[in-house]
């Protein structure tokens, strides 16, 4: 079984950047998918991006693109989320998880492993 440690957040102003990191441990993520989710208070937990096995292919929510960037570094078993240019409405509890498939890459359901989550707050 694997499990998911974020970090990286914190608070900081609009306009500013944050990297947030997931660290595995347990089992080796470099076979599968990895994604980036947040969930603001008050709101469901939403698509930020992912990433495939080898890092070739990226998708991202229409909300973060341009701003945000991820990668991997399969020797580290680490996926990470560089988001540049926050904003206000970025604020909330950032997750990674791997994809396990059997849905779309953007649903919830396509993932079968969370991490606890890490916080990001950006002030206007």
């Known amino acids: 079984q694997v499990q998911l440690v974020e970090s990286g957040g914190g608070s900081v102003q609009a306009g500013g950047s944050l990297r947030l990191s997931c660290a595995a441990s347990?089992?080796?993520?470099?076979?599968?998918?990895m994604g980036w989710f947040r969930q603001a208070p008050g709101k469901e937990r939403e698509f930020v991006a992912t990433i495939n096995w080898s890092g070739s292919v990226t998708y991202y929510a229409d909300s973060v693109k341009g701003r945000f960037t991820i990668s991997r570094d399969n020797a580290k078993n680490t996926v990470y989320l560089q988001m540049n240019s926050l904003k206000p409405e970025d604020t909330a509890v950032y997750y990674c998880a791997r994809r396990q498939g059997g849905s779309d890459y953007y649903q919830i359901s396509a993932y079968d492993s969370w991490g606890q989550g890490t916080q990001v707050t950006v002030s206007s």
């Open positions: 347990g089992r080796s993520i470099r076979s599968y998918a």
